[in-house]
C-alpha cells in the first residue's frame, strides 16, 4: 500500500518523516525549505504543527496541497535564495537521485544562516543488511537490481551515500553533524547482530593500518562510533541533522 499523510502520497520510507520533523527546531517562525517537496506531505505536516514560513523547492510543481510558497529550484543548480536566508533545509530522500551533491550541499550551506540546519535523509547502505545484499549481488537495499539506462528517470537512486561518505560530503561543506538516527529498525535486521564484532574489529584494523596522520585517526575513531551505532548498523533510512559552522 502506498503510503501517505492526509491524502498526500509519501515518497519515503515508514516514520522516515516523523523521524526528521522530530530534529526541527522549536521556533515556529524559522524559515524552512523543503527540498525536494514532492506532493507536500511534510509540507503540510510543517503548517499542521504551526510552522509559518515554509518554501517548498523541487524541479516542478508537483504539490497536492494549498500552499502559496512553492519555489522552482534544481539540486543541481544554484539554489534561487540570497545567503544566509535560511534556518532549516530539509531534505528527505533527494540526495541519492543526484549526481552534484557536493555542490549541493555548499549551496545549502551558502543559503543557510550560521548555525542553521540542514537535515538530510537517505536509504541506508551503511546497514549489516544492506553491506550483505552487496556481497552477494553487487547491489545495495533499495537498489536491487541495475538501472533502466535506456530510460533515466529521476526517481532513480544513482548516487547511493554510506555514512563515512556523508560525513565527509558535509563536513568538508562547512557542517558539523550533530544527530545520527534512523526511522526504524526492522525486525530482520537483528538477523546480522552476530557480524557486528567482525565488523567493528575489521574496521578499526583497516583504518589503523592505512592512517597515518594522527588527527585522522582521531577523527577515524569518531567515525567508527558512529557507523557502528545502532541507528547506522540496523536502521532502514539513515537520518543526520548537520549544522552550518557559524
Request: with cysteine; charged share 20%.
Amino acid at each position: 500500500m502506498r503510503r501517505s499523510y492526509k491524502g498526500i502520497p509519501i515518497n519515503t520510507s515508514k516514520n522516515t518523516h516523523e523521524t526528521v520533523f522530530n530534529l526541527l527546531p522549536a521556533d515556529k517562525g524559522a524559515r524552512i525549505l523543503d527540498v525536494p517537496s514532492g506532493a507536500g506531505a511534510f509540507t503540510q505536516r510543517l503548517k499542521d504543527n504551526g510552522y509559518s514560513n515554509i518554501v517548498s523547492v523541487d524541479v516542478v510543481n508537483g504539490l497536492q496541497i494549498a500552499h502559496d510558497q512553492f519555489i522552482q529550484g534544481d539540486m543541481t543548480k544554484p539554489l534561487p535564495f540570497e545567503d544566509n536566508s535560511v534556518d532549516v533545509v530539509v531534505c528527505i530522500d533527494g540526495i541519492e537521485h543526484i549526481n552534484k551533491q557536493f555542490d549541493f550541499a555548499r549551496e545549502v550551506n551558502r543559503i543557510l544562516k550560521p548555525g542553521g540546519y540542514f537535515i538530510v535523509s537517505t536509504p541506508n547502505i551503511s546497514s549489516l543488511h544492506s553491506r550483505f545484499r552487496w556481497f552477494l549481488t553487487g547491489h545495495h537495499n533499495k537498489c536491487k537490481s541495475p538501472l533502466d539506462e535506456q530510460r533515466p528517470d529521476p526517481s532513480h537512486h544513482i548516487a547511493m551515500i554510506s555514512y563515512p561518505e556523508m560525513r565527509y560530503l558535509l563536513h568538508s561543506s562547512n557542517f558539523r553533524i550533530d544527530v545520527v538516527t534512523t526511522n526504524q529498525t526492522k525486525p530482520a535486521s537483528w538477523l546480522y547482530l552476530p557480524l557486528v564484532p567482525l565488523a567493528y574489529l575489521t574496521t578499526k584494523m583497516v583504518y589503523s593500518k592505512e592512517e597515518k596522520d594522527q588527527d585522522q585517526r582521531t577523527r577515524n575513531r569518531q567515525i567508527i562510533s558512529q557507523t557502528h551505532s545502532k541507528p547506522v548498523l540496523f536502521g532502514e533510512t539513515m537520518i543526520v541533522r548537520a549544522q552550518k559552522v557559524g
